[in-house]
C-alpha cells in the first residue's frame, strides 16, 4: 500500500447542552454568521446565551446558495470587527459563507486566524467537519466549491435541540445528503479503513434514523442521531472525496435551484446502479447494506433508497421538482458536461463518461 494520510480536524462537542462549549469563547470578540430567518426566530438567542461577556457582532445576511458578493460583503465585516472567534451558525449555507469570509478576509485583515466554531442547525451538510465550501457566480448560474484544510472549522458543536423546529421536508431534504455523502465516499476513490469506518458508521445511523426523524416534532432520538451521522459522513466524504451523485447534483443545482439533498435522493440510486458495474464498488455495496439489514448486494441498497425517498414524500423524477421538460430537454447535454467537470467527478469508483453522465440524467428526468 502507497504511504495515504488522513486527518480529523475539528473538536467534536456533542450530546445534551453540547452549545455549552461556546463558554470557552468568555470574554472574547465574536462575530456570528447566520441567516435572518435564525436570527430573528430566536435560536441565536440561545447562542448568544452561551457567549458570557463576549462583545458580539452579527452577520445575518447569509442567503441559501451563497454568492461571491455576499462572501466579500461578509469579509469587510470580519475585517472591520477583528473577531477573536467565529460563530458559523446555521445550515449549510452559513458555514460555507463563513469558511470563505475567513479566507476571502486574510486579504482584507492581518490579523490572526479568529478561531472557528461551527454550529449546525440541519443534519445535511457536514460542513462542520469539511474543508469544503461551495460559493455561487449568481450571474453565471455556476457554483464554485473551494477545497483547503485552512477552510476546516475548529471546532463542531452538535446541540441536537437546535433542530426541534426543522420542517419535515428539510429534513428529508437534507436527511437524504446525509445518506448521499455516506454511501459516496464509502466507495469513492480516495475510501481508506478510516474514512470506511465513518462511512458506515454515518450510512447505518441515516438508514435507519431519518424516517423516523422526518415522522418525530420537537427533539427526537432520530434527530440527534442523524445530526451524528451527518458530522460523521462529513469526516468520511472530507477524506475520501464524494462521486458523480454529486457531480451531477451540483451541475443541476446551479441552473435550477432544486435542493441539494432533493436531487441526490432522486440520483442515488441510479449512481449505485451505475457504479455497482465496478466489481469493488459492487462488494462494498454489497457489505453496506447487509449492515443496513437488508440482502447483501447492490441492487437491494439502490432500492432501499427509492423506497426510503418515497416514504419521505420525495420526488423520483425532476420535473416534478418543477425542473420544465423542454427546459431540462435543453440543458441535458450541458449540464453532463458541466458535471463531468465537477470536482467530484474524478473520485467516483467507475469512470464516468459524458455519454453516461447523460443517460443517468435521462433516467431522472
Ligand atoms: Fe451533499
Same mark, same amino acid.
Given at each position: ?70 462572501? *466579500?460583503?461578509? !469579509?469587510? #465585516? =470580519? &475585517? ?7 460563530? $458559523?451558525?446555521? +445550515?449549510? @449555507? ?104 465513518? *462511512?458506515?458508521? !454515518?450510512? #447505518? =445511523? &441515516? ?7 422526518? $415522522?418525530?416534532? +420537537?427533539? @427526537? ?107 431540462? !430537454? ?16 474524478? @473520485? ?18
Amino acid at each position: 500500500m502507497a504511504m495515504e494520510r488522513f486527518q480529523i480536524k475539528p473538536a467534536v462537542y456533542f450530546g445534551t447542552g453540547a452549545l455549552a462549549a461556546l463558554e470557552e469563547l468568555e470574554g472574547k470578540r465574536v462575530l456570528i454568521v447566520t441567516d435572518a430567518f435564525l436570527s430573528g426566530c430566536g435560536l441565536l438567542d440561545r447562542v448568544r446565551a452561551h457567549l458570557p461577556g463576549c462583545a458580539v457582532e452579527v452577520f445575518d445576511q447569509v442567503t441559501p446558495d451563497p454568492s461571491l458578493t455576499l462572501v *466579500a460583503q461578509g !469579509a469587510r #465585516v =470580519l &475585517a472591520g470587527f477583528c473577531p477573536e472567534a467565529l460563530v $458559523a451558525f446555521g +445550515g449549510g @449555507s452559513p458555514m460555507d459563507c463563513a469558511k470563505a469570509m475567513v479566507e476571502f478576509g486574510k486579504s482584507l485583515w492581518p490579523g490572526p486566524r479568529p478561531r472557528f466554531y461551527a454550529v449546525p442547525t440541519t443534519a445535511g451538510t457536514g460542513s462542520e467537519a469539511t474543508a469544503f465550501a461551495v460559493l455561487t457566480d449568481t450571474q453565471g448560474g455556476v457554483k464554485y466549491p473551494l477545497v483547503d484544510d485552512a477552510l476546516l472549522p475548529d471546532a463542531a458543536v452538535l446541540d441536537a435541540s437546535l433542530l426541534a423546529g426543522v420542517p419535515p421536508a428539510v429534513t428529508a431534504d437534507t436527511g437524504m445528503d446525509v445518506l448521499t455523502h455516506a454511501l459516496e465516499a464509502y466507495v469513492a476513490a480516495g475510501a481508506s479503513p478510516f474514512s470506511d469506518a465513518l *462511512a458506515e458508521k !454515518a450510512a #447505518v =445511523l &441515516a438508514y435507519g434514523n431519518l424516517k423516523d426523524a422526518f $415522522a418525530s416534532e +420537537g427533539e @427526537s432520538r432520530a434527530k440527534e442521531q442523524m445530526l451524528l451521522a451527518s458530522c460523521l459522513a462529513g469526516m468520511a466524504f472530507n477524506s475520501a472525496g464524494l462521486g458523480v451523485s454529486h457531480a451531477l447534483a451540483h451541475a443541476l443545482g446551479g441552473r435550477f435551484h432544486v435542493p441539494h439533498g432533493r436531487l441526490n435522493a432522486l440520483l442515488l440510486p441510479h449512481v449505485i446502479r451505475f457504479n455497482a458495474a465496478s466489481p469493488a464498488a459492487g462488494i462494498k455495496y454489497g457489505h453496506l447494506a447487509k449492515l443496513c439489514g437488508l440482502a447483501g448486494n447492490a441492487r437491494a441498497l439502490a432500492a432501499a433508497v427509492s423506497r426510503l425517498r418515497q416514504a419521505l414524500g420525495l420526488p423520483e423524477r425532476l420535473c416534478a421538482c418543477g425542473v420544465e421538460e423542454g427546459a431540462f !430537454a435543453q440543458a441535458i447535454d450541458a449540464v453532463a458536461e458541466a458535471a463531468l467537470q465537477d470536482r467530484c467527478a474524478p @473520485s467516483n469508483p467507475r469512470a464516468a463518461a459524458v455519454a453516461d453522465l447523460r443517460a443517468i440524467l435521462k433516467e431522472v428526468g
